[in-house]
Nanobody, 124 residues
Framework: QVQLVESGGGLVQAGGSLRLSCVAS????????MGWFRQAPGKEREFVAA????????TYADSVKGRFTISRDNAKNTVYLQMNSLKPEDTAIYYC?????????????????WGQGTQVTVSS
């Protein structure tokens, strides 16, 4: 099992930027795909982005493609989500997660370790 702690959320105006961080502990970080999900009030949790273990392959939800960038620093056991050109509809609690399988996946059912989440609020 891996422990995940997110940080970097906050309140920002539309068009602004935030960078989320997620620090992992408990297992070898570099062996695992990492993902970001979000959940807005009254909505289901949705996939945002994921990054592979070592070759830097990434995948994004269409709603954030071109605005968000996921990256990782295996030496620091940290995954990042750089969010630019934020919109009010990006408002949500953002979670990082690690899947049980070594594949780049968007399916939340395949992620078994989750952080506590960090709130992102974008004002119009």
């Amino acid at each position: 099992q891996v422990q995940l702690v997110e940080s970097g959320g906050g309140l920002v105006q539309a068009g602004g930027s935030l960078r989320l961080s997620c620090v992992a502990s408990g297992r070898t970080f570099g062996n695992y795909v990492m993902g970001w999900f979000r959940q807005a009030p009254g909505k289901e949790r949705e996939f945002v982005a994921a990054i592979s273990r070592s070759d830097g392959s990434t995948t994004y939800a269409d709603s954030v493609k071109g605005r968000f960038t996921i990256s990782r620093d295996n030496a620091k056991n940290t995954v990042y989500l750089q969010m630019n050109s934020l919109k009010p509809e990006d408002t949500a609690i953002y979670y990082c997660a690690a899947p049980r399988v070594p594949v780049l996946t968007r399916s939340s059912s395949l992620y078994d370790d989750w952080g506590q989440g960090t709130q992102v609020t974008v004002s119009s």
